[in-house]
C-alpha cells in the first residue's frame, strides 16, 4: 500500500496558497477601490481578499503555524518595522498578500504574491508567485531554487559594470534623501538599474539572473522573507550593508543581494 504522508509538504502548501492567491488578484482586477495606509501607499479589497485566501489555505494544513500578514489581522496592525515582533516568532507564515500593489491598482504589469515559512529566524519553505506570467519561484531550505518547477542559479557575474541592479524605494522620498544618494552612487558603476516596485520580484529576478542585484536599506519582513531563501537557494550571495550582519534581521530587515559574493563586496563598498 501506498504511504501517506502524516502531514502536508510545507512548500507545496505555500505553492498551492501563493497560486490561489495569484487567481484572486486576477479576479478582483478592475473591480476594487483604493484607500491610502499613506501618501503613495496604497491598499485594496484584493489585498484583503488575497491574504484571506493564503490565511485560510496555510492554517487549514497548520493549524498551530502562526501567522503574519502585511494587512494585519482585522484592526490589528502588524507592529512597525524595526519593532521586537515585527515578523513574529515561532514558526508562522510571512505573506505579503500583493506586493507591488501601486503597480496592480494602475494597471502595470509588475505584482505578485510573496509567503514564506519561518521558524524562528530561519526560513525553511518560500514562494513568489506572479499571476500574469503565470511563474512561482520556489525555494526550500538546503533544497535548491526553482521556476515552475525547473532549477534556477545565479549567474557568475562578477564585475559591476557587467551587472543589472534593482533598487527599491520607501514610499517618502525627498531629493537629498538616502535613497536617491544611494541610487547616485550606484549608477555610474553598474551596466543599468531598475525600479520594478516590487521587492519580491527583485529578489526573484536577481535568484534566476534576470538581475545581478538589489539593495534596500528598509523594508518589511513579508516583503523580502521569500525572496532572500529563494535568492540564497538560487546560489546569490545575501548580506547586510558596510558593518551591519549578513544575518538577515526578519524584525528590521536590511539587505543587499547580488549574484555572486564579489558583486556583493562591490555594492557594499559603494553604498557605505
Not at 507545496?12 to 492567491?21: T, Y
Not at 484584493?46 to 489555505?57: G, L, P
Not at 557575474?157 to 534623501?177: K, L, M, Q
Not at 523594508?219 to 532572500?228: E, F, K, N, Q
Amino acid at each position: 500500500m501506498p504511504t501517506v504522508a502524516a502531514t502536508p509538504d510545507p512548500l507545496a502548501v505555500c505553492e498551492h496558497a501563493a497560486r490561489a492567491a495569484g487567481r484572486v488578484l486576477t479576479a478582483w482586477r478592475g473591480r476594487f477601490t483604493a484607500t491610502a495606509k499613506g501618501p503613495r501607499d496604497l491598499v485594496t479589497e484584493a489585498d484583503h481578499a488575497a491574504q484571506a485566501e493564503v490565511r485560510r489555505i496555510v492554517l487549514e494544513a497548520f493549524p498551530n503555524h502562526g501567522f503574519v500578514g502585511e494587512e494585519g489581522q482585522g484592526a490589528a496592525a502588524p507592529p512597525p518595522f524595526g519593532s521586537a515582533g515585527h515578523s513574529g516568532s515561532g514558526v508562522r507564515w510571512i505573506v505579503d498578500p500583493l506586493d507591488g500593489t501601486t503597480n496592480y491598482v494602475h494597471g502595470f504589469p509588475a505584482y505578485c504574491v510573496s509567503i514564506a515559512l519561518a521558524d524562528g529566524a530561519d526560513l525553511v519553505v518560500a514562494a513568489i508567485y506572479d499571476p500574469l506570467r503565470d511563474e512561482c519561484f520556489t525555494a526550500r531550505r538546503g533544497g535548491g531554487a526553482f521556476l515552475n518547477g525547473v532549477a534556477i542559479a545565479a549567474p557568475p557575474v562578477r564585475a559591476a559594470d557587467e551587472a543589472v541592479a534593482a533598487v527599491s524605494f520607501p514610499a517618502h522620498v525627498t531629493a537629498d534623501g538616502p535613497a536617491v544618494r544611494d541610487f547616485l552612487a550606484v549608477l555610474p558603476h553598474v551596466q543599468a538599474i531598475r525600479r520594478t516596485g516590487s521587492t519580491a520580484l527583485n529578489l526573484a529576478y536577481v535568484a534566476s539572473g534576470r538581475m545581478h542585484a538589489f539593495w534596500v536599506r528598509r523594508i518589511s519582513c513579508w516583503d523580502v522573507a521569500a525572496g532572500v531563501l529563494i535568492a540564497r537557494e538560487a546560489g546569490c550571495a545575501v548580506g547586510g550593508f558596510a558593518g551591519q550582519s549578513d544575518v538577515v534581521d526578519l524584525d528590521a530587515p536590511s539587505i543587499i543581494a547580488a549574484s555572486t559574493p564579489e558583486l556583493l563586496a562591490t555594492l557594499r563598498h559603494l553604498l557605505g
